[in-house]
C-alpha cells in the first residue's frame, strides 16, 4: 500500500544542493611519476627541431662569410727599389762561356737591387777584358753597373784608363761622370773630360769616344795641347 507524501518522516531524503559523502570509496589513484632524466630527454626532444635549425641557420652565416669571393685581376705593384744583399770589401769576377775573365769589379760596399738588377759600389775599381783581349781599367767614388758588369756609370772622379799596347798608346779619361760601354768599346761623357793619350791633353764639355771605329767626338768648347813627334835621328 503506497504511503501519502505526509506519511514520510522529514529530514529522511536529499536535497539536490547537500553534500555527498564518498568516503566509503577510498583515496584518490596516484598517477606514478617518471624519472628526472626521462623528463628531461622528453623536453630535450621537444626543443631539439628548434636546436638544429638554429646550428644550421649559424653553418650558413659561416659558410657564406668565409666563402671565396671572385676578385678581378689586382693592379701589378712596382717592386720596390731596395737592396737584396750587399757585400762589403769584395771581389765580383763574371766569366765568358769558354771561362775566359770578362769582368772584374772590387770596391768598399755592393749592394744588388733585384728590381733592375744593378750594382751600385762604393770606392769602384772595375777592370774589363774586350774580345780580344783589350784591357780596360776603371776607378770612381760610386759606380752603377748593369748586371753583368757590361755597362758602368761612374761617379766622382771617374778615371777611364786603357793601357799602352803595342804601338798605341794609353788613353786615359777623366771627369765627374763617364759611361763606359764594355762589348762595344765606348765612353761617352755629358759633363767637361779631360782625355790624355800619350802626351796629348783635350779638354772639352763633352765627348764620345769609340775604341773601335779609332774615333772620339769633342762637344762644346774644346782646348787641346799636341806634343810634337820626335824626328828620327
Known amino acids: ?21 564518498l568516503s566509503f570509496a577510498g583515496p584518490e589513484p596516484v598517477v606514478p611519476t617518471a624519472p628526472w632524466y626521462l623528463r628531461l630527454f622528453d623536453l630535450a626532444s621537444a626543443y631539439l627541431p628548434l636546436v638544429m635549425m638554429a646550428v644550421l641557420a649559424a653553418g650558413t652565416w659561416w659558410l657564406v662569410r668565409n666563402a671565396p669571393t671572385f676578385e678581378g685581376p689586382r693592379p701589378a705593384v712596382a717592386p720596390r727599389h731596395e737592396p737584396d744583399y750587399v757585400m762589403t770589401t769584395f771581389v765580383v769576377q763574371r766569366f765568358s ?24 759600389i762604393d770606392a769602384a775599381r772595375i777592370r774589363a777584358i774586350a774580345d780580344n783581349g783589350t784591357v780596360t781599367l776603371a776607378t770612381a767614388r ?3 753597373a748593369n748586371g753583368d758588369g757590361s755597362e758602368v756609370q761612374l761617379l766622382g772622379d ?8 803595342g804601338k798605341e798608346e794609353a788613353v786615359e779619361f777623366r771627369s765627374e761622370f763617364l759611361h763606359a760601354f764594355r762589348n762595344v768599346e765606348q765612353v761617352r761623357s755629358h759633363l767637361p773630360v779631360v782625355m790624355t793619350q800619350g802626351t796629348s791633353v783635350v779638354r772639352a764639355n763633352s765627348m764620345n769616344y769609340d775604341n773601335l771605329a779609332r774615333s772620339v767626338e769633342f762637344k762644346g768648347r774644346a782646348s787641346a795641347v799636341f806634343a810634337a813627334k820626335k824626328s828620327g835621328g
Open 142 to 144: 760610386r759606380a752603377l
Open 158 to 165: 771617374a778615371r777611364v784608363n786603357r793601357p799602352a799596347s
Open 97 to 120: 762561356a769558354d771561362g775566359t775573365l770578362r769582368t772584374q769589379i772590387e770596391g768598399d760596399t755592393l749592394r744588388h737591387y733585384p728590381d733592375d738588377d744593378t750594382l751600385e
Open 1 to 21: 500500500m503506497a504511503l501519502a507524501d505526509a506519511d514520510v518522516p522529514a529530514g529522511s531524503g536529499l536535497d539536490e544542493d547537500d553534500p555527498v559523502d
